[in-house]
């Protein structure tokens, strides 16, 4: 069983920057599609940033393109997720993701990933 603890949230400035950590155990990292997704309250949860199993393809979503960056470090068993340029509206409980199952690739859409971390809070306010 693959359990996933992000770290890294807090509160930033607008226009600052974060970087978000993803520690995996119980399993190595690199078979699985990683994802990085956020949630405000009342709201669905938002595919934000998703890498395939070996890493050559990801994906954005259109409001975080240029300003964040999936990485993942295989040899460490965890994701980043670079954050830059944040704004007010970056503001979320922000969770990474494994997909078990086959075919996701770096597809960013919540029901296909399997394990999930527990989310850490992204605050982004003056």
């Known amino acids: 069983q693959l359990h996933l603890v992000e770290s890294g949230g807090g509160l930033v400035q607008p226009g600052g920057s974060l970087r978000l950590s993803c520690v995996a155990s119980g399993y190595i990292l690199d ?3 990683i994802g990085w997704f956020r949630q ?3 709201k669905e949860r938002e595919g934000v940033a998703c890498v395939s ?3 050559s393809i ?3 979503a259109d409001s975080v393109k240029g300003r964040f960056t999936i990485i993942r470090d295989n040899a460490k068993n965890t994701a980043y997720l670079q954050m830059n340029s944040l704004k007010p509206e970056d503001t979320a409980v922000y969770y990474c993701a494994a997909a078990r ?3 996701v690739q770096a597809t960013c ?3 296909l990933y399997d394990y999930w971390g527990q989310g850490t809070q992204v605050t982004v306010s003056s």
Request: hydrophobic share 15%.
């Open 101 to 103: 199952r086959g075919g």
């Open 58 to 60: 990801t994906n954005y």
């Open 109 to 111: 859409d919540a029901p």
């Open 31 to 33: 078979v699985y599609p």
């Open 40 to 42: 405000e309250p009342g």
């Open 53 to 55: 199993a070996s890493g």
